[in-house]
């Protein structure tokens, strides 16, 4: 998988496999044989903009039909899915050892104040570390296979409070931070 990219969930995916215990399948074969053990054809084949059958055929090594962007969706889908067990402890164990979750990215935003919204043009490149409360929700979501929306949201509620908020007085109001356009996101933990 490429070290970097603009979904959150990727980024969560690569970040986890620095805490597997074991690799996952490297052949295309043996990564449909462990998508199908995982989830039923039926639910797998529309991720991978394939029919059963030839999930059925891929399983049994015969993947003269495998198109790059097949074997690229189920590297993804495998990474997805490796040792969710795994990833459910080192979580457990970064968020009770307070551990740090940061995030780097570079993206727009935009921010909803009582007086309105207003959008920066501005690219801006940061990294911060998320605070717990929002480190749990990102990990939850990601564990309940939220969207991406739905990713996004928890993550600028992290960012807007660490970075863009974090001078003000509790009983100044915040505003909300919304992730208009995102360029690159990787997460470190």
């Known amino acids: 998988m490429p070290p970097t990219n603009t979904s959150a969930a990727q980024a969560l995916d690569i970040a986890d496999a620095r ?14 044989r462990h998508l199908l053990r995982t989830q039923p054809a039926s639910l797998l084949a ?4 394939c029919s059963p059958q030839a999930l059925a055929r891929w399983a049994d090594s015969d993947t003269d039909d495998l198109t790059p962007v097949n074997a690229t969706l189920i590297e993804r889908e495998t990474y997805r899915t490796w040792q969710p067990q795994v990833r459910r402890r080192a979580h457990q164990q970064i968020l009770e050892h307070d551990g740090c979750v940061t995030v780097q990215l570079h993206a727009r935003f935009s921010f909803t104040t009582a007086s309105g919204e207003f959008h920066d043009p501005r690219l801006r490149r940061l990294t911060e570390d998320l605070p717990t409360l929002h480190a749990r929700r ?5 564990h309940e296979d939220a969207d991406e929306e739905d990713l996004r949201r928890i993550l600028a509620d992290g960012i807007g409070e660490a970075y863009f908020f974090r001078a003000l007085r ?16 990787q997460f470190h933990y």
Do not use: G, K, Y
């Open 19 to 32: 805490h597997w215990t074991r690799r996952p399948p490297t052949r295309p074969h043996a990564r449909v």
């Open 46 to 49: 529309p991720r991978l903009f």
């Open 138 to 142: 990102l990990f939850d979501a990601h």
């Open 170 to 185: 509790p009983d100044q109001q915040q505003a909300a931070a919304t992730i208009t356009d995102l360029h690159h996101i």
